[in-house]
Every structure is written in C-alpha cells, then in structure tokens.
C-alpha cells in the first residue's frame, strides 16, 4: 500500500520545476514586476522606518535614532487635545455618510446602464459619467465655489437667495459629499459593467421565457453576478474609511464651518507642516492608519463569514 502512495505522489512531485528554471521560463514576467515592486518597497515600506518619530521627542539635528525616547506621550496628548472628539466625529461621519452613500450609487448606475440597449447613447452616458473623475480637486472645489457663490452663485439663482452654504456649518457634509458623488461614481461604475458584461445572455432569455419582469431578471441574475465584486470594493473602502480626502476639505474649510469640517487629516497637517511637530503629527497619523487597518481585517472577516471568495486574508 505505501508503495502505491509513493508511485501515485511521484508524478506531482516530478511536476514541481526549480525555482530558477521558474524565474528563467517566465523572466518577462518577473522584469515587469521589478519596477512595480521597487518603487513599492523605495515609496512604502523604506519610509516606514520614520514611524519611530511617532514614540520620539524627533529634532532633526540629532536624527531618528539620537532623539529622546517618549513613548505614548504623544499619543496621550492627542487623546487629550480639546478638539480631538470633535475631529474623530467629524471623520466619522464624514467617511461613513460618503460610503454610504458613494457605495450603492455606482452599482445602481451600472444595473442602469447594462439594460440600455442603444449602444451610442450609453457609450455617450459613460463618457460623461467619467469625466468628473480626470478634473483636480483643486479645479472641482473651485467650481463648488461659484457653483455656491451667495452673488452669482447658480443655486442661488434658482433659489432667489444668497446663502453663503460653504459658512454653514450644517450644509459642509451635504456639499463633500454630494461632489465626491458627481466626481467618483461614473469611475465607480467600471468594475461593475466590465462583470455584467461577462453574464452569460442566455439566462436573460431564459429569464424572459418563464415570464420574469425586467426587475426580477435584475434582481436574480445582475445582482448576485456582481456579488463578489460588491464585497471586494466594500472591504477596500472600509480600508480607507477614516481617510478622509484631505484637499477637498482644505480647500473648503473656512473658520465658520469647522464644527463640521475639522478633520483629522486636516489637523495632522497643520501639526506637522504648519506648525513643524513632526512626532506629533506622525503619532496622529499612525494612530488613524491603525484604526484603517482594524477597520479593514473586521470587514474582511466579516464578508469572509458571507461568501468564502470575498474575503483577503
């Protein structure tokens, strides 16, 4: 019997190639990923030796290594800074209105577009649904601007008003979001029609035969095509859910909306570029990274409890 075992192991063995004649069979390959992962290790993981700074008294002069050893220190201190329940707030909920809302849009557009049957007109949809995608933020924030002047503004022309909405505290979150909306969700929407593309025709006219409406054919053959690719864009943007967009938010802050708009984006630049506390801002910055990556292992387990092929780790 253990003979057989080993004659039946012998041909997987055999299968097995060395690792250099793998490298030297497929080294086209491998060339292409060089730049990829040189530039991820140079940009990434080589500046990941700063982090130290965060538990460090940092002075340039004395460098990572000679500065003064602090701890939690700053950690504790941005705990305790005044405005620190006011930003995690704002953070929050700014982040998660945005996903909340920018998650369904694009996928309702997609469905949307994957019935339109007339192939100019949807190709023209998709175009100007993308097009907000390649505008700076910069540019974006100041067509919000005009967009929402209190003289001139185009609202307000509608409304016969002159509300200055960027000094309303209470109208700051509907403005982010609303724009990231228009900016993203054609981009969104790719994903989404490159895999309904690949739904096989033949169950929509299976579908229409048993006399299911156009709904149900969307219900019961769009959506669970689109299942695993919902789950996978919901697990990466819960990776990033406490990184709120910091350009948008600094080019639309003004003092009389930061009750709503005080981020801590925001706030790790003012520390750490305007006001030169380097360790401080670091400390801030890696806590918000720490709270991504919990954030992203959670979600990830969670959609792994869902559908086995969803889940990274």
Request: with cysteine.
């Amino acid at each position: 019997m253990s003979k057989n075992k080993s004659a039946a192991a012998r041909p997987a063995m055999a299968v097995q190639r060395p690792l250099k004649k793998r490298l030297l069979d497929n080294w086209q390959l491998y060339a292409m990923l060089a730049i990829p992962i040189l530039l991820t290790v140079v940009y990434k993981y080589i500046p990941m030796y700063g982090i130290q700074i965060a538990f460090r008294d940092y002075k340039a002069s004395r460098g990572f290594t000679g500065s003064e050893w602090v701890g939690f220190e700053w950690f504790q201190r941005f705990f305790s800074a005044p405005a620190f329940g006011r930003m995690m707030k704002n953070t929050i909920l700014l982040s998660l209105f945005s996903l909340l809302w920018s998650f369904p849009i694009p996928i309702i557009l997609a469905l949307m577009l994957n019935q339109v049957r007339f192939q100019r007109f949807k190709r023209i949809t998709q175009t100007v649904l993308y097009a907000p995608h390649f505008i700076s933020i910069m540019v974006v924030c100041g067509m919000i601007k005009i967009f929402l002047s209190p003289s001139g503004g185009l609202l307000n022309l509608i409304a016969g008003t002159s509300i200055d909405f960027l000094t309303e505290s209470s109208a700051f979150r509907t403005i982010y979001i609303a724009s990231g909306i228009w900016q993203d969700a054609g981009w969104g929407i790719i994903v989404y029609m490159a895999t309904l593309s690949n739904v096989d025709t033949s169950l929509y006219e299976a579908a229409k035969v048993d006399g299911a409406s156009l709904f149900q054919r969307i219900l019961n053959i769009d959506v669970p095509a689109l299942k695993s690719v919902m789950v996978l864009n919901l697990i990466m943007s819960a990776g990033g859910l406490m990184n709120v967009g910091f350009e948008k938010v600094w080019l639309l802050q003004t003092n009389l909306n930061k009750a709503t708009s005080d981020v801590i984006a925001v706030y790790v630049y003012q520390q750490g570029i305007e006001n030169a506390k380097y360790s401080y801002s670091t400390a801030v910055g890696l806590f918000n990274t720490v709270i991504n990556i919990i954030l992203l292992i959670v979600v990830n387990k969670v959609a792994g409890r869902i559908s086995e092929d969803t889940s990274f780790i």
